[in-house]
């Protein structure tokens, strides 16, 4: 029931904007926050941020602070990563992602429980 989609992926020169969305349909009380990640080709996947649902609150890793913003339209269910004055090492397929925070024995749990399958940021020189 879960389903997560990013667009706004493209070709851009590097100084370049984009805006990324993430679409997310099926959504439930556990759901605290929307996380964003990249994967680079032959890296490892790295956090960007996160936004949560109930207050708008942001976390950005802090080498991307400044040139992208994370942000959210909760009537739409929607969240989005805007990115400015793009570099080309900021290529690679963008994620979103959706934070659960869950009770089990006492434990609170939170975990990026649900992905999206992505899309492509392309930054040229």
């Known amino acids: 029931q879960v389903q997560l989609v990013e667009s706004g992926g493209g070709l851009v020169q590097a100084g370049g904007s984009l805006r990324l969305s993430c679409a997310a349909s099926?959504?439930?009380?556990?759901?605290?926050?929307m996380g964003w990640f990249r994967q680079a080709p032959g890296k490892e996947r790295e956090f960007v941020g996160t936004?949560?649902?109930?207050?708008?609150?942001?976390y950005l890793t802090d080498f991307l602070k400044g040139r992208f913003t994370i942000s959210r339209d909760i009537a739409k269910n929607t969240v989005y990563l805007q990115m400015n004055s793009l570099k080309p090492e900021d290529t690679g397929v963008y994620y979103c992602?959706?934070?659960?925070?869950?009770?089990?024995?006492?434990?609170?749990?939170?975990?990026?429980?649900?992905w999206g399958q992505g899309t492509q940021v392309t930054v040229s020189s």
């Open positions: 992602a959706v934070e659960t925070m869950k009770v089990s024995a006492d434990i609170v749990r939170r975990s990026f429980e649900y």
């Open positions: 099926g959504r439930t009380s556990d759901w605290h926050a």
């Open positions: 936004i949560t649902w109930s207050g708008g609150s942001t």
